[in-house]
C-alpha cells in the first residue's frame, strides 16, 4: 500500500486489548473469555495498521496479563501515540442484545452509556457519577471532537465491512461515556464494541478468526478515513 494515504499525521497507534490477566471481562454463554477475544483482534489490528498505513503499533498488553485502566492511557501519554484505541466485546443481560458500537469518552447523561461504562469500568453507578465531577478537569485536555469524529469513522466502516459477511449486523451508533479506560488520553481516543459477547451467534463470530480480522480491517479503514478527513480541514 502506499504510504501516501493521508495519514501523514498519525505516525504511532496504541492499541489496547480490554481486560486480561485476572480480569477475564465478559464471559460468553459458551465460556469465551473477553480477554482473549480483545487480545486476538489487538494483534489482528496492529498488523493491518502496520501493513496498510505503514505506521508504528504498540500494544498495551501482548499477553494475558493485568493491567489497570489508567496505566494503558498513561502508556499512549508517555510514548506520544497519535491515537489510542481500546477494544472490547459488549455483554449484557439480555442475551438477544446485538450488535456493534463504538464510544468516546464525554460526560453521560445516558444512562445505558453509563450502565456499558460502569460495567468496563468494573465499578458501580455510584462511582460513574462520583466521577463525574473528575472528567470536568480532564476533559479539559481530551480531544472530544476528534474522538468524536474517529468514532464515527470507526464505527462507520466496521458496519460498513462487517455487513456483506454477515447477517444481523446492528449498527448501534457512537455513543458517549465516562469510561476509565479513556480518562486522561491527551490525544484522539475510542472503545470499540466489535460485537455482543452475551450473545451466542455473535459469540461465536468474536471468536474466529475470520470475523477479527474483518474487523480489524475495517477499524483501519475507519482511522484512514479519519486521517484524510482531519487533513483536509488541517489544509483549509
Ligand atoms: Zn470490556
Do not use: C, W
Not at 183 to 200: D, Q, Y
Amino acid at each position: 500500500m502506499p504510504q501516501n494515504n493521508g495519514s501523514e499525521g498519525i505516525r504511532l497507534i496504541v492499541v489496547d486489548a480490554g481486560h486480561g490477566g485476572k480480569d477475564p471481562g465478559a464471559v460468553g454463554p459458551n465460556r469465551v473469555y473477553e480477554k482473549n477475544v480483545t487480545l486476538a483482534l489487538a494483534k489482528e489490528l496492529a498488523k493491518a495498521l502496520r501493513e496498510k498505513m505503514g505506521v508504528k503499533v504498540l500494544l498495551t498488553r501482548s499477553t494475558d496479563r493485568f493491567l489497570e485502566l489508567r496505566e494503558r492511557t498513561n502508556y499512549a501519554n508517555r510514548v506520544g501515540a497519535d491515537l489510542f484505541i481500546s477494544l472490547h466485546a459488549n455483554a449484557s443481560p439480555r442475551g438477544k442484545a446485538y450488535g456493534v458500537e463504538t464510544y468516546f469518552l464525554n460526560l453521560s447523561k445516558n444512562n445505558q452509556a453509563a450502565q456499558v461504562a460502569a460495567r468496563e469500568n468494573g465499578t458501580d453507578l455510584k462511582e460513574v457519577g462520583n466521577l463525574e465531577a473528575i472528567l470536568f478537569d480532564l476533559m479539559a485536555n481530551a480531544k472530544i471532537n476528534e474522538s468524536s469524529r474517529l468514532a464515527a469513522e470507526v464505527q462507520q466502516s466496521i458496519v460498513a465491512g462487517l455487513r456483506p459477511h454477515y447477517s444481523k449486523i446492528k449498527d448501534l451508533g457512537v455513543k458517549q461515556g465516562p469510561f476509565h479506560v479513556l480518562l486522561g488520553a491527551t490525544m484522539p481516543s475510542v472503545l470499540v464494541e466489535a460485537a455482543f459477547i452475551s450473545n451466542a451467534r455473535e459469540e461465536k463470530r468474536l471468536k474466529s478468526s475470520a470475523y477479527q480480522k474483518r474487523v480489524a480491517n475495517a477499524i483501519v479503514k475507519g482511522i484512514m478515513n479519519y486521517a484524510e478527513s482531519v487533513n483536509q480541514v488541517a489544509r483549509r
